[in-house]
């Protein structure tokens, strides 16, 4: 069973992480997540760290509960805008429609987020095997419930991530190939992703929150981990 984590890497586009049977299988970097899924062959499922389902008012109950779950790491959720946010053309007009439909502005942070959001969510329409995550979820439940209490840009961070998915089988190479050159934070998160594939094709995965919300297209407003 051969399955597929994905993160975003600023300029280089995506990372992804292939895992068959639960072990790494390699590494593919491309500009475009299209490419890089039409280049993945066939994998049963495709874990996309990027958040995928809109709502149309008020913040995603997936970002609320996440944040709970995650405690000291919660920062390292954004609050999703609205949908209609993310059509402007612009970072004012889209934090004038976020305050209208949440009572609060749209972060830079977020904003910034928009072109691989936009780019991931037409992916998402198209193919059904495309689910969303978020690796420091999936981190937490390598690690029994508990977050890492490191961040993933800090040595002991790293490290104790790369332990994680070891442990679970999925051992990283020191040479990964085309992903050889992207930050070794983004590697990590994308097998986060693919851990948490193998887990929803499986059967095994959890999700946040436990009953998800719709977005406008009848799709789980959710995170699988």
Avoid at 46 to 56: H, Q, S, Y
Avoid at 97 to 102: D, G, I, K, P, S
């Amino acid at each position: 069973m051969d399955v597929l984590g994905v993160d975003a890497c600023g300029k280089q586009g995506w990372v992804g992480i292939r895992v068959s049977d639960g072990g790494y299988a390699g590494s593919l970097v491309d500009v475009r997540l299209e490419a890089l899924i039409e280049r993945a062959g066939e994998v049963s499922v495709i874990a996309v760290d990027m958040p995928l389902g809109l709502v149309e008012r008020g913040w995603r109950a997936a970002d609320l509960g996440a944040r709970v779950l995650l405690g000291e790491r919660r920062s390292t959720v954004f609050l999703v805008a609205p949908r209609a946010a993310w059509l402007e053309s612009e970072y004012v007009a889209a934090g004038d429609r976020c305050q209208e439909l949440t009572g609060q502005r749209l972060s830079r942070q977020a904003w910034a987020l928009a072109p691989k959001l936009l780019e991931a969510r037409a992916c998402r329409l198209a193919d059904e095997r495309i689910h969303e995550v978020h690796p420091e979820l999936s981190f937490r439940a390598l690690a029994g419930g508990v977050p890492p209490a490191f961040a993933k840009k800090t040595w002991r961070g790293q490290n104790t991530r790369r332990a994680l998915l070891a442990a679970a089988g999925v051992v990283l190479p020191d040479e990964l190939g085309e992903a050889d050159r992207v930050p070794a934070d983004d590697v990590l998160d994308a097998a986060a992703a693919a851990w948490s594939a193998d887990r929803i094709a499986r059967g095994v995965a959890e999700r946040v929150p436990e009953i998800p919300e719709l977005d406008a297209e009848g799709r789980a407003v959710e995170i699988r981990y």
